[in-house]
């Protein structure tokens, strides 16, 4: 049932982003509501798993990918509209890279025979990335809140950046220790 849930997420991109690039005046409305659905499914996944001892590697492996795939939809998507502009592309390509760093640097220590656990920092920072991408789709262009509300959206990016850059730089530092112990 989690992996069902995970899945669920994954398939969800596909109406989020067709809804997105609709051109019509409730696309971004229907849009958020489908990516909060999708968010949901994160936390209910992970509830369900623990609830019903559902806990797996393929689990494990596809719940971090589902949610790196829709918030990367989500902030490109943001980035192709101008919702995330400016220093704003600075912050997507940092939380994009580093989730590309994470996944490398897991393979490279799962070839030791050692892992990278999840840290809960970690499960804050998809979090901030989460609540910052739902935000920003309420403050675009046809959301459901004005374009004011688009600072406050914009400040949680940025927490989301930080937070996202923290647990990269952490998560690097464990795997560089892990993989220097396996050459030595």
């Known amino acids: 049932m989690a992996n069902l849930l995970t899945l669920g997420r994954i398939a969800l991109i596909v109406p989020f982003v067709f809804v997105f690039l609709t051109n019509a005046d409730w696309n971004m409305k229907a849009a958020f509501v489908i990516f909060a659905v999708a968010s949901f499914t994160d936390f ?5 798993a623990r609830a019903r001892g559902e806990v ?4 494990a492996a596809l719940d971090p990918l589902a949610d790196k795939l829709l918030i990367a939809a989500a ?14 592309v600075i912050a997507v390509l940092i939380i994009i890279l580093r989730e590309f760093l994470v996944s490398g640097l897991r393979e490279a220590v799962s070839s030791t ?50 937070l996202t850059f923290w647990t990269g730089a952490d998560y690097a530092l464990k795997a560089a220790k ?7």
């Open 178 to 184: 892990i993989l220097r112990r396996k050459d030595s």
């Open 56 to 59: 797996s590697a393929l689990g």
């Open 113 to 162: 025979g050692e892992t990278l656990t999840v840290t809960s920092l970690a499960k804050w920072k998809t979090t901030a990335q989460l609540v910052a991408a739902g935000l920003l789709l309420l403050a675009a262009p046809n959301g459901l809140a004005d374009e004011g509300f688009r600072p406050l959206a914009s400040g949680f990016l940025w927490l989301a950046t930080v």
């Open 75 to 88: 902030l490109i998507l943001l980035m192709r509209n101008g919702v995330i502009a400016g220093l704003g």
């Open 44 to 48: 209910l996944d992970g509830w369900v």
